[in-house]
């Protein structure tokens, strides 16, 4: 009986670990996204942490038209960023966790 809890206990302190393990790749993961038209880059971490911005220098004059560009940009960005820590975290529980029932 306690062997089994001191088992799963482990397995639980080995999941915590590879947790964050999974964190600090995606700290250190970026990309960019950019604009349709090539005119806004944004380049943040996989935790999304902007870590830089390029605006090309044509789109400073039309401050309405800049503002859209970044939403945008920066939406899809923050979308890839949600998606891609959902399925890495989903991928480091099966590795990681023990079958718990109901789960």
Known sequence: MFGNLMDMMGK?????KNF??????????SFTQTSADG???????ELATIKDIQI??????????LEDK??????QALEKVKKNAVDEAKRTAKDSL??????
Do not use: H, Y
Request: net charge negative; glycine share 4%; aromatic share 2%.
């Open 12 to 16: 639980f302190q080995s999941a915590q």
């Open 56 to 65: 090309a220098t044509g789109l400073l004059a039309d401050k309405e038209e």
């Open 70 to 75: 970044l939403i945008v940009t920066l939406n």
């Open 20 to 29: 964050e393990d999974l964190k600090n790749r995606l700290d250190s993961s």
């Open 98 to 103: 023990p079958p718990i029932p109901g789960l």
């Open 39 to 45: 005119t806004v880059s944004i380049t943040l971490t």
